[in-house]
């Protein structure tokens, strides 16, 4: 009879943990096919988890914004894009960090006729519930076709003037901000950051049309609290058409208009908005404001119940705008800090100033910096602050007054400081001073 063996090979290194399971196997497809199907918000979150893990940070956009809410997958796609990455700017939230850095990317590099606008507006239903605060630190220009070409006879100037406002208008912002509900903050700046050997002044315009625009932007932008506008060459004209429209801002608190050329008229706007808005906060140092512009800042600084900060270092102010300022400041009860460093000050500023710290319970701190105060304008200091308990801090930096008196002043602030801190560890849920 014929007998038959029965052999079996077996893999001796074979087993079943090498099968992937039906779950793995699930996952890989997902991932693979993501792009045409991110079904991210049908799986457990134990599932969704491994999913995000290892979704690519290339996927567009238009599929990640509105289906990853996962802060490790945008923490990728944040360290991968940029070096330098602090998310305590950004509340703690790294997707609000990508999308903030990636939209104010796409306007600093932003050419107006040549960037596509649909190329911002297309963000916006991406990106508008996650954007708070935006800091675009240049904008371009128009590219000029001619390049000098057909303008050889002109001087410089002549050229740059002629071209400035006719053809350097900027990206216009109104379509974007007024549909970002939750922008609370807005920092700009106009002008080139790296233009190098390609150095002309149409670059550094901020013209008539963008202040315009700027303008309505800002007042259709209901949340906004903070607006800064500064190195933008921004003038009396502008700033009037600006402080226009915050008159009835309902939440602007700070301004900042500091490194412009803001001369009188426009410290007159800004005297009229401290008295007629809610803002908390002005920065306008580094302008080209005299005793006149100074005076109708006291005015509105009389009259106002909200500003809290006002900062006028590195202006021309001298001691009747001073002086008018201290006057103002006897009956202001709102006023914590004041910066007048640098702004041509002398003795009848601190005459007026020993009044106010003999009066005033509401200032915290003043700067004179870099003022020629004088021996006598520290002596009047030093006894108005005699039975003063309130302020914690007086800036006498270069101001020409006696080691002494400087030294006797500096203990009575120092004495304040030291009650103000024990009285917060005392009564730690009381408001600071």
Not at 339 to 363: D, K, R, W
Request: hydrophobic share 35%; proline share 4%; net charge negative.
């Amino acid at each position: 009879p014929f007998y038959t063996r029965r052999c079996i090979t077996e893999d001796p290194s074979w087993s079943l943990v090498t099968v992937p399971h039906l779950t793995e196997l699930c996952i890989q497809h997902i991932v693979h096919n993501f792009e045409k199907n991110p079904i991210l918000n049908y799986l457990l979150p134990e599932h969704q988890r491994k999913v995000v893990d290892r979704l690519s940070t290339s996927l567009p956009l238009t599929v990640t914004a509105n289906t990853v809410s996962h802060e490790d997958y945008w923490k990728r796609c944040c360290i991968e894009r940029w070096q330098v990455c602090d998310v305590s700017n950004y509340g703690d939230s790294w997707k609000r960090m990508f999308f903030e850095r990636h939209l104010e990317n796409i306007l600093k590099f932003f050419i107006p006729n040549t960037t596509d606008p649909q190329q911002v507006l297309e963000l916006i239903p991406l990106c508008k519930g996650y954007v708070r605060k935006l800091e675009i630190d240049q904008f371009l220009p128009p590219l000029r076709l001619d390049q000098k070409e057909e303008s050889n006879d002109l001087t410089d100037t002549e050229e740059d003037a002629d071209f400035s406002e006719a053809y350097t208008h900027h990206y216009d912002l109104k379509n974007l901000i007024t549909a970002l509900p939750h922008l609370e903050e807005l920092h700009l700046t106009y002008g080139v950051k790296s233009c190098g050997m390609n150095f002309e002044w149409s670059l550094f315009n901020f013209t008539e049309q963008d202040c315009s625009n700027l303008a309505a932007a800002v007042k259709m932008c209901h949340n906004l609290k903070v607006f800064k506008l500064t190195r933008s060459k921004v003038d009396d004209g502008k700033i009037k058409v600006l402080a226009r429209n915050l008159l009835d801002h309902p939440c602007l608190l700070e301004l900042d208009l500091s490194h412009n050329l803001i001369r009188d008229n426009g410290a007159q706007a800004l005297g009229k908005l401290i008295s007629h808005s809610r803002l908390k906060t002005l920065d306008l140092c580094n302008n080209q404001i005299r005793h006149l512009g100074a005076q109708a800042l006291a005015q509105g600084l009389a009259e106002s119940s909200t500003l809290t900060s006002l900062n006028l270092r590195l202006n021309f102010v001298e001691d009747k705008g001073g002086e008018a300022i201290g006057h103002a400041l006897l009956t202001n009860t709102s006023l914590k800090s004041l910066h007048l460093g640098s702004n041509n000050l002398s003795e009848p500023t601190a005459a007026v100033f020993s009044q106010v710290l003999a009066q005033n319970t509401t200032l915290r701190s003043i700067n004179f910096s870099c003022n020629h105060l004088g021996l006598d304008g520290g002596k009047q200091l030093l006894e108005g602050l005699a039975n003063n308990k309130t302020l914690t801090e007086l800036d006498l930096r270069h101001t020409d007054v006696e080691q002494e008196t400087d030294f006797l002043i500096h203990q009575i602030v120092w004495a304040n400081r030291e009650a103000v801190r024990l009285g917060s560890l005392q009564h730690p849920t009381a408001e600071p001073l």
